[in-house]
């Protein structure tokens, strides 16, 4: 069983930054390919951002653009989300996954998540 941990949230003001880490206990991520989703009070989840494993293929959605980068440490144990110029729009609780095959494309959504984090909470307000 995979468990994945997310961390990193918190209360920031809008033009701030925050950056996500996206670990896992008892194994690497360096194999597996990952996403970062997100679900905002009353919204579906929606996804992020993803990186593959094999060639670190990365795909962002439209709304976050020039904000968002998505990254893997040196050692690949950890894929981080940093997220800079913040709005209140990008509220919600941010969650990792691992992808099941074929990994990150622009049609990878929710469904194609195997595993889950618990989530951490992002709010943007001043």
């Known amino acids: 069983q995979l468990e994945l941990v997310e961390s990193g949230g918190g209360l920031v003001q809008p033009g701030g930054s925050l950056r996500l880490s996206c670990g896992a206990r008892g194994f690497s991520l360096e194999y597996y390919n990952i996403g970062w989703f997100r679900q905002a009070p009353d919204k579906e989840r929606e996804r992020v951002s993803c990186i593959s494993a094999v060639n670190d293929r990365i795909f962002y959605v439209d709304s976050i653009k020039g904000r968002f980068t998505i990254s893997r440490d040196y050692g690949k144990t950890e894929i981080y989300l940093q997220m800079n110029s913040l709005r209140s729009e990008d509220t919600a609780v941010y969650y990792c996954?691992?992808?099941?095959?074929?990994?990150?494309?622009?049609?990878?959504?929710?469904?194609?998540?195997?595993?889950w984090g618990q989530g951490t909470q992002v709010t943007v307000s001043s």
């Open positions: 996954g691992v992808l099941k095959p074929p990994g990150c494309s622009p049609t990878t959504f929710s469904t194609d998540v195997t595993y």
